[in-house]
C-alpha cells in the first residue's frame, strides 16, 4: 500500500523556520521524483519545491534562497526546510511523489505563519 505521511507543520511566527518531512512507503522511493506542493486559501496549488531521482532540484520562484527540498532515499523520506518564513506561506503543504503515470499524494500538513 502507498503511503506518503507529512509532518512538521504547525505555527510559526514571520521570519521563523519549519522543516517538514514526507515518509514514503508501498513505493520504490529512489526512483520518484518527489515534490512539495502548497495551496493557500482562496489559491490554486502550486508546485513549491521538487527533488529528482539523482537529486537535482527546482524551487518556485517565491521560496528560491528561503527554501530547500532534500531527500534521504535511505530512509524514504524527503524533506523541505523553510527559513524566512512570511505570511504568505501559510497554507497547507503536500507531499507527492511521481514517476510516469504513478502519482501519489500525502494527505497535507497545515503551515501556518502569523504573528
Known amino acids: 500500500q502507498v503511503r506518503l505521511v507529512e509532518s512538521g507543520g504547525g505555527l510559526v511566527r514571520p521570519g521563523g523556520s519549519l522543516r517538514l518531512s514526507c515518509a514514503a512507503s508501498?513505493?520504490?522511493?529512489?526512483?520518484?521524483?518527489m515534490s512539495w506542493y502548497r495551496r493557500a486559501p482562496g489559491k490554486e496549488r502550486e508546485l513549491v519545491a521538487d527533488?529528482?531521482?539523482?537529486?537535482?532540484?527546482d524551487y518556485a520562484d517565491s521560496v528560491v534562497g528561503r527554501f530547500s527540498i532534500y531527500r534521504n532515499n535511505a530512509k524514504n523520506t524527503v524533506y523541505l526546510q523553510m527559513d524566512s518564513l512570511n505570511r504568505d506561506d501559510t497554507a497547507v503543504y503536500y507531499c507527492n511523489a511521481r514517476q510516469e503515470d504513478h502519482d501519489y499524494w500525502g494527505q497535507g500538513t497545515q503551515v501556518t505563519v502569523s504573528s
Open positions: 527533488i529528482s531521482p539523482g537529486k537535482s532540484v
Open positions: 508501498g513505493f520504490a522511493f529512489n526512483l520518484y521524483r
